[in-house]
C-alpha cells in the first residue's frame, strides 16, 4: 500500500465508521497516547523493564499501526500529502546528513 492509497483509504473509513475526524487537537493527544504505548513496549521488551501480567497482551506491530493509523488522521484532516512530505523530508536528511554520519565515530 502506497501513502497516497492509505490516507484515501483512511478518509473513506472515518467518513463510513468513523463518523467524523476527531478535532486536530484531540487527534495530537491520541497520538501522544499511541507513541507512549509503543514505548511502554520497547522499553519492557528491549530496555531494562520488566513485563507486568497486564502489558503480556501488547503487540508492537498492532501498536506501530495505530501510531501510523492517527498520524494518518492528522495529516489528512490537515491537507498535508505524506508522499510528497516524505519525499521532501528525505531529499532534506540526504542533503543535511550526506558525511554526518559516515564521519560519526560513535557509530563506528
Avoid at 1 to 20: F, P, T, Y
Avoid at 60 to 78: G, K, R, Y
Wanted: hydrophobic letters at 40%; aromatic letters at 8%.
Amino acid at each position: 500500500m502506497h501513502l497516497s492509497e492509505a490516507q484515501n483509504i483512511i478518509d473513506e473509513w472515518i467518513k463510513k465508521i468513523g463518523v467524523r475526524y476527531f478535532s486536530e487537537l484531540t487527534n495530537m493527544a491520541i497520538l501522544t497516547e499511541e507513541v507512549g504505548e509503543v514505548a511502554r513496549i520497547i522499553a519492557r521488551k528491549y530496555g531494562e523493564q520488566s513485563f507486568k501480567e497486564s502489558d503480556k497482551d501488547y503487540d508492537l506491530a498492532d501498536e506501530l499501526a495505530d501510531v501510523l493509523f492517527v498520524l494518518i488522521c492528522i495529516a489528512n484532516q490537515t491537507g498535508v500529502d505524506l508522499t510528497d512530505a516524505l519525499q521532501k523530508n528525505l531529499n532534506k536528511k540526504t542533503i543535511r546528513d550526506f558525511d554526518r554520519h559516515k564521519n560519526n565515530d560513535k557509530l563506528v
